[in-house]
């Protein structure tokens, strides 16, 4: 994909998302939730965790915070022995405590659908407001997570060397029919196949639409 023109790379994004949403016919926010709090909780949760762990950890902390209120009077002992599995407990109940009291003075208790924002709650930066739009209020963002900048990186559909750079490409280059469940798509393609050390390239749905130079060759047919 060497010289490739800016329409050649647009058709190929449109390619490989056609393709994706073949794979991933079912693909979803894989944190367990039932409202906008309940997500912006499970997300700030998920750093340096596992989406499992999160959603192990959460029944017991959905179940006794219902509300912003909640937890911002939440008992900060009680709250840490419930987080402790999903480790960095400490900052994460501080985290939670805090979010709960501004949400309360400042938002009426609800959480905004807005990314600028979102972006000022206490534990919540872009990535984090990204998945809480996309997820809980249906909006076409792209959250981008490790596993998106490796795939968009790899791919070259959206090369950049910030999580920033790499959304603002994806942004253009995703069509706008895909864009709602493009996030989805791309972190299961990263998590699974697109893996970190070594890409699972010679079963990759999208391996003949990827431009990245070390891939490795699918196995010869056997007679």
């Given at each position: 994909m060497q010289g490739e023109t800016p329409l050649a790379l647009t058709r190929r994004a449109r390619r490989i998302h056609r393709v994706l949403a073949e794979r991933y016919p079912d693909a979803r926010c894989e944190l367990d939730f039932t409202t906008p709090l309940e997500l912006l909780v499970a997300t700030i949760l998920s750093a340096q965790s596992t989406d499992k762990k999160v959603n192990e950890v959460t029944p017991a902390v959905f179940q006794r915070y219902r509300s912003a209120a909640d937890y911002a009077a939440a008992d900060r002992d009680r709250l840490e022995t419930l987080l402790k599995p999903t480790g960095f407990f400490r900052a994460?109940?501080?985290?939670?405590?805090?979010?709960?009291?501004r949400l309360v003075d400042d938002f009426g208790g609800e959480v905004p659908n807005r990314l600028e924002k979102l972006v000022t709650l206490p534990g919540v930066g872009?990535?984090?407001?990204?998945?809480?739009?996309?997820?809980?209020?249906?909006?076409?963002?792209?959250?981008?997570?490790t596993?998106?900048?490796?795939?968009?990186?790899?791919?070259?559909?959206?090369?950049?060397k910030t999580p920033l750079e790499v959304e603002e490409k994806l942004l253009k280059r995703v069509p706008d029919e895909f864009k709602q469940h493009a996030h989805h798509w791309l972190i299961l393609h990263g998590r699974y196949t697109c893996v970190a050390r070594l890409p699972k390239c010679p079963e990759c749905a999208i391996r003949d639409l990827c431009a990245y130079p070390h891939k490795t060759k699918p196995p010869k047919a056997t007679r």
């Open positions: 994460k109940s501080d985290a939670l405590i805090k979010l709960g009291a872009r990535k984090t407001a990204n998945v809480v739009l996309n997820s809980a209020f249906g909006e076409p963002t792209i959250a981008v997570d596993h998106i900048f490796r795939v968009g990186n790899r791919t070259n559909i959206a090369p950049g």
